[in-house]
């Protein structure tokens, strides 16, 4: 019995499964990490969120369009089979020939606690024209066309940012638009380019929410009253003053349209469904031209009720903050085991190589001020920047391994050793965050080149003997 017990004393098999089972209760530790990093995320979202929502969400403009109420006769059985006749109203929409939009978009920085969110007023430009309305081309009878209603309307998602009335000069009359839009065939889905952090990545999704109290079942907008019956072509211009905060998009909805934006923001980041055509950003802001076609884009020129999906034509300009801290934490938590184990590999090799004897205890202790790390990283980086956050955390953690290491090992070179071991370790992961592109080949080269270390100093090791049989 006193071998067997001497025997889990000194085997360097024993010593590794002890090792390997300190790493998995490490897990627990690193995941607690993960998930309050995402809530800091969630926490910063919604802050900015309520920032920009009391100056104006993100906005993206649809319009103008020209709708014309029509009656059609839908026939249907009852009960007893017997075939009824309903009469139904619905709308006609049709779209501009050409659609021009020149904007300024002025930006400005919101402040709270440690938070930041961009917001924006911008003076757009809009000018075009509608040809003739042809009504054969959806294939309703004249009789039904309810002419007298006809009504021209603007969409926009959040008309708290409007800043001065809006007032369009309608084939040189002028014709003052007003809230509210009579159909909801057209609804504006401003969150489908939302970036969203979700499980320490940024991804766009769309999500079916209410914004600023419109859901996906209403359309959000301006319209006013027009006579397009006998209007052989119809030229508009008017200028619209908005307020919003984090993206500006528009839909293209002319059958050639051009979008022209400028600003002194010096960090865009043009997306949605269509390119840049031209675009220049530095020190000075940025300049962008879009050019779209109505053959482009997945829907026609005209078209009766809700039987086009618009948004997913949205294209535009995302005024977001530069700030990845937590994308880059999240992304260094992800490679805390493999710190850990290979620092326990370190004290592991260094115990059977040099007869030192060390507790699992000091394992465990070594193992948490690992993890104390990625809390240290995570609350300065909020502070101060991921780059110095890096820099500060690594060098105290590295530090504190270290004069630790010395009482366990009472050597200084043991102890050097270890912290350039650590400096190393440290090093490589910040070069791995910096290049994302290349974050898997430096990651997978530098696993294979610890694997070929771990392999060589192992080699005379004699597993199944105590910890004295080293060749």
């Known amino acids: 019995m006193s071998n067997f017990s001497n025997w889990i004393k000194t085997s360097h098999t024993v010593k590794f499964i002890a090792v390997g089972i300190l790493v998995l209760v490490l897990l627990i530790p690193t995941y607690m990490i993960q998930n309050l990093i995402?809530?800091?995320?969630?926490?910063?979202?919604?802050?900015?969120?309520?920032?920009?929502?009391?100056?104006?969400?993100?906005?993206?403009?649809?319009?103008?369009?020209?709708?014309?109420?029509?009656?059609?006769?839908?026939?249907?059985?009852?009960?007893?089979?017997?075939?009824?006749?309903?009469?139904?109203?619905?709308?006609?929409?049709?779209?501009?020939?050409?659609?021009?939009?020149?904007?300024?978009?002025?930006?400005?920085?919101?402040?709270?606690?440690?938070?930041?969110?961009v917001v924006y007023a911008t003076n757009l430009k809009i000018k075009g024209s509608f040809s003739k309305i042809d009504i054969a081309k959806l294939g309703i009878a004249p009789e039904n066309v309810l002419w007298e209603k006809a009504y021209v309307s603007l969409h926009i998602?959040?008309?708290?940012?409007?800043?001065?009335?809006?007032?369009?000069?309608?084939?040189?009359?002028?014709?003052?638009?007003?809230?509210?839009?009579?159909?909801?065939?057209?609804?504006?889905?401003?969150?489908?380019?939302?970036?969203?952090?979700?499980?320490?990545?940024?991804?766009?999704?769309?999500?079916?929410?209410?914004?600023?109290?419109?859901?996906?079942?209403?359309?959000?907008?301006?319209?006013?009253?027009?006579?397009?019956?006998?209007?052989?072509?119809?030229?508009?211009?008017?200028?619209?003053?908005?307020?919003?905060?984090?993206?500006?998009?528009?839909?293209?909805?002319?059958?050639?349209?051009?979008?022209?934006?400028?600003?002194?923001?010096?960090?865009?980041?043009?997306?949605?469904?269509?390119?840049?055509?031209?675009?220049?950003?530095?020190?000075?802001?940025?300049?962008?031209?879009?050019?779209?076609?109505?053959?482009?884009?997945?829907?026609?020129?005209?078209?009766?009720?809700?039987?086009?999906?618009?948004?997913?034509?949205?294209?535009?300009?995302?005024?977001?903050?530069?700030?990845?801290?937590?994308?880059?934490?999240?992304?260094?938590?992800?490679?805390?085991?493999?710190?850990?184990?290979?620092?326990?590999?370190?004290?592991?090799?260094?115990?059977i190589l040099n007869g030192f004897k060390i507790h699992p205890v000091q394992y465990l202790l070594v193992g948490l001020a690992i993890i104390i790390f990625y809390v240290l990283l995570l609350s300065i980086s909020e502070q101060i920047g991921f780059t110095k956050a890096y820099i500060l955390s690594s060098g105290a953690v590295i530090i504190l391994i270290s004069l630790y290491s010395k009482t366990i090992f009472s050597e200084n070179k043991l102890m050097a050793l270890l912290a350039g071991i650590l400096i190393i370790l440290y090093g490589f992961l910040f070069v791995i965050l910096r290049s994302e592109d290349y974050a898997l080949l430096i990651g997978s080269i530098g696993l294979f080149i610890v694997l070929c270390v771990v392999m060589y100093l192992s080699r005379k090791i004699k597993w199944y003997e105590s910890t004295d049989s080293i060749e």
């Not at 809530?39 to 100056?55: A, L, Y």
């Not at 369009?65 to 029509?70: E, V």
């Not at 659609?99 to 930006?107: A, R």
């Open 38 to 117: 995402s809530e800091r995320q969630m926490q910063s979202q919604n802050v900015i969120n309520e920032i920009s929502g009391k100056w104006g969400n993100q906005q993206t403009i649809a319009g103008p369009i020209i709708n014309i109420p029509f009656k059609e006769v839908v026939a249907s059985q009852n009960e007893k089979g017997q075939t009824i006749y309903t009469n139904t109203v619905g709308t006609l929409h049709f779209l501009p020939e050409q659609l021009d939009i020149d904007g300024d978009v002025k930006t400005e920085l919101k402040h709270r606690s440690i938070y930041d969110a």
């Open 157 to 351: 998602p959040d008309l708290r940012g409007i800043n001065k009335r809006v007032s369009i000069n309608w084939n040189n009359q002028p014709l003052e638009l007003n809230p509210g839009i009579d159909d909801n065939d057209i609804v504006l889905n401003t969150n489908k380019y939302n970036p969203t952090y979700n499980n320490g990545e940024y991804r766009d999704v769309a999500m079916a929410v209410p914004v600023n109290g419109v859901s996906a079942n209403g359309s959000s907008g301006l319209s006013a009253k027009v006579d397009v019956k006998d209007a052989a072509k119809i030229d508009f211009d008017f200028t619209l003053d908005l307020n919003g905060s984090s993206s500006l998009y528009f839909i293209p909805i002319g059958k050639e349209t051009n979008v022209s934006l400028s600003s002194a923001y010096k960090t865009p980041s043009f997306d949605g469904a269509f390119i840049t055509d031209t675009n220049v950003v530095n020190d000075k802001g940025f300049k962008a031209n879009w050019k779209v076609l109505n053959l482009n884009r997945n829907f026609p020129q005209e078209w009766t009720n809700s039987s086009y999906n618009i948004n997913e034509a949205a294209f535009g300009v995302n005024l977001l903050i530069p700030v990845d801290h937590y994308q880059k934490s999240m992304r260094s938590a992800k490679y805390a085991i493999m710190f850990i184990v290979l620092t326990f590999l370190v004290f592991l090799f260094t115990e």
